[in-house]
Every structure is written in C-alpha cells, then in structure tokens.
C-alpha cells in the first residue's frame, strides 16, 4: 500500500525532531502503523534551513497554502504555533479534506470548538497529542484509557519553563528573576517567556484537558490564570517548612452539581505527593477517576525529540484510522458531537482551596489572637501556624516577625473577605502573602 504523505507546515525545534524521528524509526513505525509515513513537503519560511534538515529528496516551499493545496498530501501537520496564520492554515487544511495533525495549544485553547467542528463536518480528525504536555501521552489517556471513570479533577505540573525555575529557586533560595536569567541561557525559557512565567502556556494545555475530562467546550477565556513572577524565595523556604513544595500546578475540578473549576497558580503540594518530587523541566499530570483512583503520568513536556514522539504518535492514528468511517473515530474531546455537557466553568470567587497565609506583623501581645478571630468570624479553620522568631524575620532586636499560616479548604471569596479585613489589621505591617494549597488525595 503507498505510504501516507505528510506536509510538514513549519520545521522548527518540533518539526525537525518529527522528520528526524520518523526517518530514524521508519521501519519500525511502519510495522506498527500498517502503512509506510513519509514527509514529501515541508512548507517553512526559512527555506534554506529547512532543506538542511530534510535535504534534497523533499520538496521544500515557503508558502504553506502549496502544501496544503497538494492533493497527494494525505496529513497536515501544523508545527508553526500562534493564534494567528496557524489558525487560517488548520481551517483550510481541513476544508480541503486532510487531516490534521497539530503541537499547538494556544491555537486549541482558544478557538478549538471552531476547529473541532470544522472537522467533524468535514469528517477529518485534528489529532492534538503534542499539545499537552509533550512527549506524555495524556490525552490518549484521558480520552481513551480512562474512558470507563468519571474524572474527578486533574492536576498538572504542564510548563517546563516554569518547574525549573520553582526547583532552582528552591534548592538554590535564589529568587525569581535571577533563575530566570540561567533558564533563558539554558534555553528553557523563550527569549519572551511571558506565556510561561503567566501561567498562560499551562492554562492553554489545563483548558485542554477540562474539556476532554468533562465534555464541557474549551473556555480559556474562564480559566483563572495566575503565574510565578511574584513568588518570593521565602515563601518556597516557608512551605517546606510546612512540609510542602511550591508547584505551578494546572488544575482542573469537578463540583457536582455546580460547574467545574478551571485554574492555574502556584500551590502548595505536600512533600510526600509524587509530584511535588518532579523537578527541573519536567512535567506530570495526576489525574483522579471514580473507579481508577488516581493516576499519575510524568515526562518530558517540551524538547524536540520529545514532543516530536506525540506528533508521530499522532500520524500512527491518523493512518491506522485514515480508512475508518469519520462516526466511528475517537471523538476529538472524548464526547460526541451533541452530548457535551453545559456544566459551566465556575468564578473564581466559588472555587475550594486550602490557603497559604503569610503576614508580617508587629511583633506584639494579642496579633495572633486577632489574627485566629478574624479568620474564624469567616468560617475558615486553621491547619498549622508557624510564628517565625523576629531576630530571624529583622535581625536581632526587631519588632516584626512573620506569622505563616495553613488553612483547611475555604470558598475564594470567604477568603478574600477575610484577607481584606486582616490587611486593614493595624498590627499586619505589609501586604499579606496568598498561595493556594492543594492535598492531592
Ligand atoms: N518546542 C517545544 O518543546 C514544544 C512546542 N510545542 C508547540 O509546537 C509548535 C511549534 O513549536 P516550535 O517547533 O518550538 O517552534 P519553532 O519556532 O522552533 O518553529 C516554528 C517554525 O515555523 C516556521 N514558520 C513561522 N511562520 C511560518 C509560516 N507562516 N509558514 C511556514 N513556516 C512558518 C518558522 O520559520 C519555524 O521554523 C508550537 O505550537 C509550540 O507551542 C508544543 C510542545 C513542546
Ligand atoms: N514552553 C513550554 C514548552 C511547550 O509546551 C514549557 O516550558 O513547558
Ligand atoms: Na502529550
């Protein structure tokens, strides 16, 4: 049988570990796929670094809409990443009846449904693994291996940037923005990291997952999205004091009867959790289903060899599928056209979380105690307190001391009722520190 053609529409870092992957792999991946895979056009704008990849055997264009109009080309894959030109490309790809193969999360996140039924009334698949967590096959397990459960919440450790600078920052106490400066030099961070420091990239891919774990339409425009940039080294030396590690964690909830919460920030995770271990770039979803328990998958998130294995992975299916009737293929959010769920994403303020509390407060009789009233008076129970010495907090003779506080689960907005009136505490001397806590049981 002739192998399936691929036009490669961007040869970047993931483009160039996908071509490279599947030549070294060819036989084998033929073997599994049933039928040979082969790039015959790879559209990059950078034409000269292109053929240097793929050298002269490939047709090499600038213009991805050559590749696109080829009625050899059985598969689009979609390696140039954006919201922008990307999006136009993946919509005539599947008006012209090629199925599409796609690393892009933001694309997804933000206009999938749009995507999503274009090609479920062209009868095309848009298959996404690389866009979640890279190389981890989390989607096909959500959508698939987990099918039977109801999937109670998700949470992931889904930006690699973001992992490495918490683990540097808390191994070496250095802050923020030094880390990020080595990050960049290492080549982790982008030369503007802003999607991963802001906890955009992780929303995009959180958005992803809530929607195939619940059947809701992508809404990333109801994620609340909160990144590291204002993370302090003390607060990451605090909570290991506490028995908790600082992750930027993707999190995904469902309340039943209520909605679904969708967020991403930085949280405390007990020590002891697995993935409160997982350390520099790399990444790991836990995910927790009603009859499975929980789950945890952990790898590399980013790299081009890599994410290039999800991609692949990806191309597998679309030929071992290629000949299947469009109603019988795996749905591309894991539910049926017509059986989406309308269960909302809920506001922030109904989201339920434990809370990391740190105040600098005036030395002085009597703060603890209108501290625990005031927090009490909100219905928000205290998990452990810690009252650091003040020679530790302002040298010796200080009269400020920090009070660090963990709380059991509360309402959003209790809480910012109560942190409101604790600022306005004449003894609390500086803005009070916030981090959500999460158990993970
Ligand atoms: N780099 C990584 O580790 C990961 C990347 N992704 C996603 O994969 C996608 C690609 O990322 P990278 O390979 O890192 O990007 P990259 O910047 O290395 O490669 C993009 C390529 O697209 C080309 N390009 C740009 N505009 C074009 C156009 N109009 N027509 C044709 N070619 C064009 C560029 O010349 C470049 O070679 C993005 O959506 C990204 O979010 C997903 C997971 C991991
Ligand atoms: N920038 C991302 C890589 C791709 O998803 C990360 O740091 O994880
Ligand atoms: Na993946």
Redesign the pocket.
Known sequence: MKPIQVGL???????SGTYNVLTRNQEEIQRRAGRGIEVTMV????TE??RQVVGPQVKVV???REVIANPDIDVVVE????YG??KTLVLEAIAAGKHVV??????LAVHGSEIFKAADDKGVIVAFE??VA?GIPIIKALREGLTANRIQWIAGIINGTTNFILSEMRERGLDFDVVLKEAQRLGYAEADPTFDIEGVDAAHKATLMSAIAFGIPVQFDKAYVEGITKLAATDIKYAEQLGYRIKLLGITKRREGEGVELRVHPTLVPAKRLIANVEGPMNAVVVNGDAVGTTLYYGK????E??ASAVIADLVDVTRLATSEAHHRVPHLAFRQGQMHDMGVLPMDDVVTGYYLRLRVADEAGVLARVATTLADAGISVDALLQREADEVGGEGSTQTDLIILTHDAREGAMNAAQAKLQALPSVLAPIVRIRKEELN
């Open positions: 529409l961007g040869i970047g870092t993931v483009g559209a990059d704008l950078d670094r292109a600038a213009d991805a390696l140039i990443g954006g030109v990307a796609t690393a892009n999360k933001a694309l690389a866009a890279g998130g980013a790299g081009s890599p994410t």
